[in-house]
């Protein structure tokens, strides 16, 4: 079965609809209807993906790096024409509001951009032989085919951002996508995949739809897949993470966030309110690096609390239909996210917590939630605040003026590490925020939000975030290997370290 609208877009896009089965069904969060019931593969077909991804490898890496570029910067072009109707398929797939959607594709976009000029310009460093006449130098020489498991709430750009870079990095790549967004995977797929057809690489890019125990449990487990690149919950990463290290290869996990704002006493207020909003409520809460936490100086608590709940009661009017621009929150992914999101608040209530701001679920058809405002009692523990619930759910709790660092301490207070904001107008403020002793996220922004990077910059997170990095910066060194090379152009055979062995 397949709706009228996924029919459209397919068609729109160019491509045959999905082949429809009886095994998984995929429903719209803003109304809760089906938009799709598909075919899931099983472990022989992930076991077959592995071995064609396998051969595939032996001839990408023959290729030229820049040609593989080339290949990339197609990828970037196709995107560019499709953009629009590829960002309706999230959207009517997860939920996300098609402004963002549209910002979503772009992001695929930007980094093939990034990737493609990337292919001319990996290099590797020559160093300084203590050995007269000899030269060292390292090397960077593809990795092996990667398997790329991918969350619902960025179904595609992840992909993209981990896809983009193996391919130049000469590596092919097998896609689990999470079974909540498999119509934009498929998608993209179908977009994308006819260009390594035609350069004579059909298997450089692959897709595999199908259970964690039956396919992607196996591919993390097979030796043929030497990266294993996992986006996803700490939860999922527990599992995938001691997998893959027990075989030696290596994993890349993009995992949970808990992010925080603090806002001292010198901050610009306007800013800051803009930030947290967008932060705390943009995707629903759905992003990694979404605003849970909000440290607020005593002395602007009041005033600052005062803008949010009256931004919050303008959003709370523009929850609805993510495909109206004009709505700004979409639904949550579905019945079990919106669950959790009452099990939270009323946990909040329960703990002393007090609602200043949203609390309850919209009635009606789709999985609609309001954004949520929690003023923590300052003080005392409130261990719900701890956890991830991945919905717009926003605690705040005052700090002393004089006492950032108690606000930084706060911050760094949680398992996970992936983002982290400071708003302030104070130099002093910022770099003790930036320092040894300041925030531990992989990302500390100042005077802007937690979310929304740029694909430049090196993205993930520290501690149960995983560690791991994509996106800009050196993150293609995951998908490489080093070798490091010495040669010899003398007549001598003189040994490092000045030894002596005759
Ligand atoms: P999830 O952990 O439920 O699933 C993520 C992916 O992992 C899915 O494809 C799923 O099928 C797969 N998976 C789950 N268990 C597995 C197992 N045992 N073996 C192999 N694969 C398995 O997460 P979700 O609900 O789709 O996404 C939300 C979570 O992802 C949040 O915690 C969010 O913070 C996180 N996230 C992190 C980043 C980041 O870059 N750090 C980006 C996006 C989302």
């Known amino acids: 079965m397949l709706s009228a609208e996924v029919h459209a877009i397919f068609t729109e896009l160019g491509l045959a609809p999905p082949a429809v089965g009886d095994a998984l069904r995929v429903e719209d969060p803003s109304s809760g209807s089906i938009l799709a019931v598909l075919p899931m593969a099983d472990r022989n077909a992930a076991d077959a993906a592995v071995g064609r991804a396998a051969a595939a490898f032996t001839a990408l890496r023959a290729v030229p790096g820049p040609v593989r570029g080339e290949l990339v910067r197609q990828m970037g072009d196709k995107l560019r024409v499709h953009k629009d109707a590829l960002a309706r398929l999230v959207t009517a797939e997860v939920g996300k509001g098609i402004e963002e959607a549209r910002g979503e594709v772009q992001e695929m976009i930007d980094i ?15 160093m300084l032989s203590e050995r007269p006449g000899h030269r060292m130098f390292e090397q960077w020489l593809p990795l092996g085919p990667v398997l790329c498991i991918s969350a619902f709430n960025f179904p595609v750009a992840v992909w993209a951002w981990n896809a983009a870079l193996a391919i130049i990095c000469g590596d092919p790549v097998i896609w689990k996508p999470s079974l909540d967004a498999p119509l934009c995977a498929l998608a993209t797929q179908g977009l994308l995949a006819p260009i390594f057809a035609n350069a004579g690489h059909p298997d450089a890019l692959q897709i595999v739809i199908g259970s964690d125990t039956d396919v992607a449990a196996p591919m993390v487990a097979d030796p043929r897949i030497p990266l294993v690149s996992a986006t996803g919950s700490c939860a999922m990463g527990r599992k995938v993470g001691p997998v893959v290290a ?39 809460g759905q992003r990694c690096t979404t605003t849970r936490r909000l440290f607020v100086a005593q002395s602007v608590l009041p005033e600052l ?33 919106k669950a959790r999101f009452v099990a939270a608040v009323e946990r909040a209530r329960a703990d002393g917590g007090e609602i200043l701001a949203g609390g309850n679920v919209r009635p009606g058809p789709g999985h609609y939630v309001e954004p949520t405002i929690v003023r923590v009692p300052d003080g005392r523990a409130f261990p719900l605040m701890d956890e991830e619930t991945f919905a717009p759910i926003l605690y705040v709790r005052g700090f002393a003026d004089d006492r950032l ?18 708003f302030s107008d104070s130099v002093r403020a910022s770099e003790r925020f930036w320092s ?51 040669v010899n152009g003398s007549d001598a055979l003189p040994l490092a370290q000045g030894i002596r062995w005759d």
């Open 112 to 126: 093939c951009d990034f990737a493609t000029g990337l292919s001319r310009t990996i290099g590797g460093r020559t």
């Open 246 to 284: 027990a075989r030696l290869a290596r994993s890349l996990l993009e995992l949970g966030g808990n992010n925080a704002i603090i806002v001292d006493a010198t901050a610009n207020l306007d800013l800051a309110t803009r930030a947290i909003v967008f932060g705390a409520a943009g995707t629903a």
């Open 305 to 337: 609390t005062r803008r949010l709940v009256a931004a919050y009661r303008q959003l709370g009017e523009r929850i609805g239909d993510p495909r109206d621009a004009r709505n700004i929150v979409g639904p949550l992914i579905n019945a079990g996210a």
């Open 405 to 422: 660092g108690d606000a930084i301490a706060m911050n760094n207070g949680v398992e996970q590490g992936l983002s982290s904001a400071l």
């Open 436 to 486: 040894p002793a300041g925030s531990d996220c992989g990302i500390a922004n100042v005077n802007l939000g937690t979310s929304g990077a740029e694909i430049g910059g090196a993205f993930g997170g520290e501690k149960a975030t995983g560690g791991g990095r994509e996106s800009g910066s050196d993150s293609w060194k995951a998908y490489m290997r080093r070798q490091t090379c010495t």
